[in-house]
């Protein structure tokens, strides 16, 4: 690489605040700089740097006993109008009078590259714990909320693009009972059941998610809201303003 195709150095700065931002991307942690920096594959006095600049523009927070660093409250402020015209704050309302309904956490989901993303999370007032909660990334192909997207994705300009790993049998069986079901091992396994959101086009926006305990989820209760859920789902659907940035997503993982 010559020297006129290096990056300049504000714009390689960016990158890497971005990069180290993105290091805090799912359940909230809170990482010491030298945490922070083995993530980012940074150096510790550049990752200190970096995070200092973040600090002072209010993305990252440091807490002053212990030095982490989290996310700031400056990130929720941008993230606001986003929210607002994606139509989830129309939206939440009635994700969390699903969740208090169900007794279960609601989580919606958008497909980003080959992961589903959850975006929005609505916890019941109770019977509340920590299996309720999807990781904030999985897998497209072997998630349900990832099914739930993929069964329900149209196909486009006359080409099936669904991903040949995942049996087609797999996607028919989602399409035809409307929903998609999941069994998370571990040592007391969770059970996952998603449905698609469809937007005021039809085309499919996000999807709606619960998980807990496969011995409290079990096919009896599965049974009972499954409907509640898809219930909610047409609701919401047409409040969604515009799909186009979430199915272009899923037609590129097509095509590869």
């Known amino acids: 690489m010559t020297a006129a195709d290096q990056p300049r150095s504000g714009a390689q700065a960016v990158d890497r605040a971005i990069h180290v931002l993105n290091c805090f991307e799912g359940d909230d942690p809170e990482l010491s700089v030298s945490e922070l920096a083995h993530r980012a594959g940074l150096p510790v006095s550049t990752t200190y740097r970096l995070a200092q600049a973040l600090v002072r523009g209010r993305l990252l927070e440091q807490d002053p006993a212990t030095d982490r660093y989290r996310i700031g409250h400056g990130l929720a402020s941008l993230a606001r109008p986003a929210l607002s015209r994606l139509g989830i704050d ?136 499954v409907p509640a859920m898809r219930q909610i789902a047409g609701r919401i659907g047409p409040l969604f303003q515009s799909t186009a940035a979430i199915t272009d997503t899923p037609v590129e993982l097509y095509s590869r």
Do not use: M
């Open 90 to 225: 129309a939206a939440a309302p009635h994700l969390y009078a699903l969740a208090a309904g169900i007794k279960i956490t609601v989580s919606l989901s958008i497909a980003d590259d080959r992961d589903a993303v959850t975006v929005f999370q609505a916890r019941p007032p109770v019977y509340f714990c920590s299996n309720q909660l999807p990781q904030a990334r999985q897998p497209l192909r072997s998630s349900a909320v990832g099914q739930a997207l993929l069964a329900f994705t149209p196909v486009v300009d006359g080409l099936d693009r669904r991903p040949t790993p995942l049996p087609t049998t797999d996607l028919d069986r989602v399409r035809r009972s409307g929903f998609a079901v999941e069994i998370i091992e571990r040592e007391d396994p969770v059970r996952s059941v998603a449905v698609p959101i469809l937007g005021p086009d039809r085309q499919v926006w996000g999807a709606l998610g619960v998980q807990a305990r496969s011995a409290r989820l079990n096919e009896e209760l599965l049974r009972g809201i």
